[in-house]
T-cell receptor, first 113, second 116 residues
Framework: AQSVTQLGSHVSVSEGALVLLRCNYS??????LFWYVQYPNQGLQLLLK??????LVKGINGFEAEFKKSETSFHLTKPSAHMSDAAEYFC???????????FGGGTRLMVKP | NAGVMQNPRHLVRRRGQEARLRCSPM?????VYWYRQLPEEGLKFMVY????????ESGMPKERFSAEFPKEGPSILRIQQVVRGDSAAYFC??????????????FGPGTRLTVL
């Protein structure tokens, strides 16, 4: 069984500030980890994923995430927020032999001018 | 290459009616997944299908819900006798191959079902 916890359902940052969205997971087997972004009334777009190998993963739009096995975390960061980053972000986990993604509750990111 | 297509984008039904949601996967994808997103919540897995087969339906409610992915045509998620609690966004995703091989799921724009 696996689960995902996203700490903070709403995060607000100023434009240009660091973005940090937290994700902790539990999985009984080595996980694949994902971050998706959802803009209003749209589907989910993959930002980045971790499967194996390098634990620091770079994605689109300047985002990156680091897989920390000891902390069971996969936090998403971006050095400098842009207004266009305002959206809902979902962390997801999948057992490497599993069929389904298990999603966290989501974090709504607001960017202030 | 068109992405995952879902229609309708918005669907309004009265209690007791049937809802049919359609999903056309990306070209070359033979694996389809359905997820449900209740208001203010994350997505929850419902069912995973390959052509003509249901592979995993562990997330599907036992009654009123069914899914198919025929040899020809889109995947259909069918909800019979809808109730207000069925109001949600239903997302379809597709992938080109087996999840265990690391194949990514590509999501459609969703169908937003409102039950009056």
């Amino acid at each position: 069984a696996q689960s995902v916890t996203q700490l903070g359902s709403h995060v607000s940052v100023s434009e240009g500030a660091l973005v940090l969205l937290r994700c902790n997971y539990s999985s009984s087997v080595p996980p694949y980890l994902f971050w998706y972004v959802q803009y209003p009334n749209q589907g989910l777009q993959l930002l980045l994923k971790y499967t194996t190998g390098a634990t620091l993963v770079k994605g689109i739009n300047g985002f990156e995430a680091e897989f920390k096995k000891s902390e069971t975390s996969f936090h998403l960061t971006k050095p400098s927020a842009h207004m266009s980053d305002a959206a809902e972000y979902f962390c997801a986990v999948r057992a490497n032999a599993g069929n389904m993604l298990t999603f966290g509750g989501g974090t709504r990111l607001m960017v202030k001018p | 290459n068109a992405g995952v297509m879902q229609n309708p984008r918005h669907l309004v039904r009265r209690r007791g009616q049937e809802a049919r949601l359609r999903c056309s996967p990306m070209k070359g994808h033979s694996h389809v997944y359905w997820y449900r997103q209740l208001p203010e919540e994350g997505l929850k897995f419902m069912v995973y299908l390959q052509k003509e087969n249901i592979i995993d339906e562990s997330g599907m409610p036992k009654e009123r819900f069914s899914a198919e992915f025929p040899k020809e045509g889109p995947s259909i998620l069918r909800i019979q006798q809808v109730v207000r609690g069925d109001s949600a966004a239903y997302f379809c995703a597709s992938s080109p191959g087996l999840p265990a091989l690391g194949n990514e799921q590509f999501f459609g724009p969703g169908t937003r079902l409102t039950v009056l």
